[in-house]
């Protein structure tokens, strides 16, 4: 794709990198042919292409309006169009470009100004959302259907396993909205990896990856976070700790990104990409152990969900499937397991409409088999699924646990 960059910001950091993505791009549409919410709009504006274009014009000093804004905020950003793309098109990396430079030409009205900045002072931070999701819940069973589906139950973390003695040692993210949420997720991650020799070591001035903020055009908001946990992590990795595991796919996908999104910043940008080395995915630290010492799961059928920030966004696919099958669990076919399921971090708050048709299209599919449960990978999933679904929703590593 030829470009004109603006004068304006053709030589800054983002101009430069947006031109270089821009020019990979040969106009072909076999984006469109992935993404959710261009098979649900059909408006070519919706999907990676037309989106695609629209920056274009952005960066080429050409008028930004509030139908651009609007398209690029219908985007799930779930990259689904870069596991498709043959030119290898960065789509993720260009519409946060797109976005953060959207955000400050054109000025949103004030109920989404508010609706924005309330999810940026509540989610990410662990205290303030547990306490309004524990108020919720006390009031959950007073609720009409519609609104109490959408308030978790409480859930009970379960033990971490007593010994500390392991010569090997992992740091854990515990997340903002995790602990609040599902906190038996990283639980039984700890007491899966200790069966196999490895400790994990919760950093208490860890929090939130910074994926909200960033995602939401906050950047420097979003390295704040960042920086936060790179000072809380790297004590831990001068003593040793051999990597960071993410039970939530979309802290992963962030995570590892690290050291790109930090690429300026003097200070840090070292021990960015050093933190990014070291992010692995908890199907990447079990996928590399010995299965011998796990026992054979009491057969189940279970559908599994991949969530976006793992099969796209990370590349990792198929992984936890053998795992599960490995372990004796019968997997159901689950047709155009490639779609979001429209939870997409604050998509289903911002965008409710779309993301409720994806939700729907993604439970009848999952569901389709007859499940006794449905697995994914991600905390927003997870929680998303089960505010639908007519079968119990876990955590895979759950499932794991659960056989021990």
């Given at each position: 794709?030829?470009?004109?960059?603006?004068?304006?910001?053709?030589?800054?950091?983002?101009?430069?990198?947006?031109?270089?993505?821009?020019?990979?791009?040969?106009?072909?549409?076999?984006?469109?042919?992935?993404?959710?919410?261009?098979?649900?709009?059909?408006?070519?504006?919706?999907?990676?292409?037309?989106?695609?274009?629209?920056?274009?014009?952005?960066?080429?000093?050409?008028?930004?309006t509030r139908r651009t804004q609007l398209h690029l905020d219908r985007c799930l950003t779930c990259v689904n169009c870069e596991t498709t793309c043959p030119s290898g098109v960065e789509y993720g990396k260009l519409v946060d470009i797109g976005r953060e430079l959207v955000e400050d030409r054109v000025e949103r009205n004030a109920f989404e100004r508010l609706q924005r900045r309330a999810l940026r002072q509540i989610v990410p931070y662990s205290a303030r959302f547990k306490a309004l999701l524990r108020l919720g819940q006390a009031?959950?069973?007073?609720?009409?259907?519609?609104?109490?589906?959408?308030?978790?139950?409480?859930?009970?973390?379960?033990?971490?396993?007593?010994?500390?003695?392991?010569?090997?040692?992992?740091?854990?993210?515990?997340?903002?909205?995790?602990?609040?949420?599902?906190?038996?997720?990283?639980?039984a991650a700890a007491r899966v990896l200790d069966k196999f020799g490895i400790g994990l070591i919760r950093a208490p001035d860890a929090g939130c990856c910074g994926a909200l903020s960033h995602h939401l055009t906050a950047p420097e908001e979003a390295k704040q976070f960042m920086k936060r946990n790179i000072d809380a992590w790297w004590p831990h990795i001068e003593e040793g700790s051999k990597a960071i595991v993410m039970t939530a796919s979309g802290c992963g996908?962030?995570?590892?990104?690290?050291?790109?999104?930090?690429?300026?910043?003097?200070?840090?940008?070292?021990?960015?990409t050093k933190i990014g080395g070291l992010t692995k995915d908890l199907s990447e630290v079990l996928g590399e152990?010995?299965?011998?010492?796990?026992?054979?799961?009491?057969?189940?059928?279970?559908?599994?969900?991949?969530?976006?920030?793992?099969?796209?966004?990370?590349?990792?696919?198929?992984?936890?499937?053998?795992?599960?099958?490995?372990?004796?669990?019968?997997?159901?076919?689950?047709a155009d397991s490639h779609l979001c399921c429209g939870s997409a971090g604050t998509y289903s708050i911002l965008q409710p409409s779309l993301s409720q048709q994806l939700l729907d299209d993604k439970l009848e599919n999952l569901q389709q088999n007859d499940p006794e449960l449905i697995a994914t990978a991600n905390i927003g999933c997870l929680a998303h699924l089960q505010t639908k679904a007519h079968v119990p929703v876990v955590h895979w590593i759950e499932l794991l646990d659960s056989t021990q």
């Open positions: 794709m030829q470009t004109r960059i603006a004068a304006s910001i053709k030589d800054t950091s983002q101009g430069k990198e947006a031109d270089r993505i821009l020019r990979t791009c040969v106009h072909c549409g076999f984006c469109n042919a992935t993404c959710p919410t261009y098979q649900l709009l059909g408006d070519e504006l919706d999907g990676p292409r037309g989106r695609i274009y629209l920056i274009k014009q952005v960066l080429e000093g050409q008028e930004v009031v959950r069973p007073f609720l009409p259907r519609t609104l109490k589906n959408k308030v978790p139950p409480r859930v009970k973390a379960g033990q971490w396993p007593a010994s500390d003695d392991h010569a090997r040692k992992m740091l854990i993210l515990e997340g903002c909205v995790q602990p609040a949420i599902r906190p038996s997720i990283n639980a996908s962030i995570v590892k990104e690290y050291g790109r999104i930090l690429k300026d910043d003097p200070k840090y940008r070292d021990k960015a152990e010995d299965w011998g010492r796990l026992q054979p799961a009491k057969p189940r059928r279970i559908a599994f969900h991949s969530p976006c920030t793992l099969q796209h966004g990370q590349q990792i696919q198929g992984v936890v499937e053998n795992m599960l099958t490995r372990l004796g669990f019968e997997l159901t076919p689950v």
